[in-house]
């Protein structure tokens, strides 16, 4: 098993910038490949962005690209999500997850973290 734990979050005004962190313990971390979605209030969970197990490929919800980079550094166990020019509609609450193939769909992840709350004040 993979355990994960988002840090990172908090209120930012639109136009700040936050970096996510998720850290993973247990099974290898780079056996997995490594995902971020939100989910808002009243809404469904939803793909951000997701990373290869060695960080060579990465995948984007297509309106975030240009503002949201994903990354990992496999010998801190960590991942990460850098968000710039951030705004209202980004608030939600942030998840990583863990899975052995990256996939947008958040049903095929096996592993989740507890969520970091990101609140983007206009």
């Known amino acids: 098993q993979v355990q994960l734990v988002e840090s990172g979050g908090g209120l930012v005004q639109a136009g700040g910038s936050l970096r996510l962190s998720c850290a993973a313990s247990?099974?290898?971390?780079?056996?997995?490949?490594m995902g971020w979605f939100r989910q808002a209030p009243g809404k469904e969970r939803e793909f951000v962005a997701a990373?290869?197990?060695?960080?060579?490929?990465?995948y984007y919800l297509d309106s975030l690209k240009g503002r949201f980079t994903i990354s990992r550094d496999n010998a801190k166990n960590t991942l990460y999500l850098q968000m710039n020019s951030l705004k209202p509609e980004d608030t939600a609450v942030y998840y990583c997850?863990?899975?052995?193939?990256?996939?947008?769909?958040?049903?095929?992840?096996?592993?989740w973290g507890q969520g970091t709350q990101v609140t983007v004040s206009s």
């Open positions: 997850a863990a899975n052995f193939d990256i996939t947008r769909n958040w049903r095929e992840y096996d592993y």
């Open positions: 247990g099974r290898s971390f780079s056996n997995y490949g």
């Open positions: 990373i290869s197990r060695r960080g060579t490929s990465t």
